[in-house]
T-cell receptor, first 113, second 111 residues
Framework: SQTIHQWPATLVQPVGSPLSLECTVEGTSNPNLYWYRQAAGRGLQLLFYSVGIGQISSEVPQNLSASRPQDRQFILSSKKLLLSDSGFYLC????????????FGSGTQLSVL | KQEVTQIPAALSVPEGENLVLNCSFTDSAIYNLQWFRQDPGKGLTSLLLIQSSQREQTSGRLNASLDKSSGRSTLYIAASQPGDSATYLCAVLGGSYIPTFGRGTSLIVHP
């Protein structure tokens, strides 16, 4: 069966520090991968999505970047965190095709102080 | 650009009531619509997926319907329980293969 792992669960970082959040999927190949951010009182904002290794699409201009070094690994990074980067970050995946479910990881709560 | 709206934004009901949560979308050219549940501080759990060719899906006390032509979906929760308290989100998948989410309905079921 397929599973998705996301870590860490909680992270507190000072302003200006780097960030690396990792997401891995097991039990499937060539998944579509997504990074979402959920800020307090706001909806889910799509940050990046990837349809294959090295293929990254950015949905909004921001202080973050994403990489997909392996088929089932998706990494969210920042060189220098801002206060506005605080939020709940969620990784998600789905099998390519129009009729497949979207599955989410357990999320990372990031607080930038 | 697809826009998804969920009404109501918040709902507080006594245990045992039957509930209807609404989700509307602006572009009817969709592949599917998925309902999720999110508990505080947790990831999203998939509840039901309705394909564009389907009219409804059922799982236990949950029933989701889809009217693609009018751009609407409803999630029906029968005999609500305190354990149903959570935020419920709908997501629409269109031709871009990018899921678009509503902002959710926050549900509280009190004993």
């Amino acid at each position: 069966s397929q599973t998705i792992h996301q870590w860490p669960a909680t992270l507190v970082q000072p302003v200006g520090s780097p960030l690396s959040l990792e997401c891995t999927v097991e039990g499937t190949s060539n998944p579509n991968l997504y990074w979402y951010r959920q800020a307090a009182g706001r909806g889910l904002q799509l940050l990046f999505y990837s349809v294959g290794i090295g293929q990254i699409s950015s949905e909004v201009p921001q202080n973050l970047s994403a990489s997909r070094p392996q088929d089932r690994q998706f990494i969210l990074s920042s060189k220098k965190l801002l206060l506005s980067d605080s939020g709940f970050y969620l990784c998600a995946w789905r099998t390519p095709g129009g009729n497949e479910k979207l599955f989410f990881g357990s999320g990372t709560q990031l607080s930038v102080l | 650009k697809q826009e998804v709206t969920q009404i109501p934004a918040a709902l507080s009901v006594p245990e045992g009531e039957n509930l209807v949560l609404n989700c509307s979308f602006t572009d009817s050219a969709i592949y599917n619509l998925q309902w999720f549940r999110q508990d505080p501080g947790k990831g999203l759990t998939s509840l039901l997926l309705i394909q564009s060719s389907q009219r409804e899906q059922t799982s236990g006390r949950l029933n989701a319907s889809l009217d693609k032509s009018s751009g609407r979906s409803t999630l029906y929760i029968a005999a609500s329980q305190p354990g149903d308290s959570a935020t419920y989100l709908c997501a629409v998948l269109g031709g871009s293969y990018i899921p678009t989410f509503g902002r959710g309905t926050s549900l509280i079921v009190h004993p």
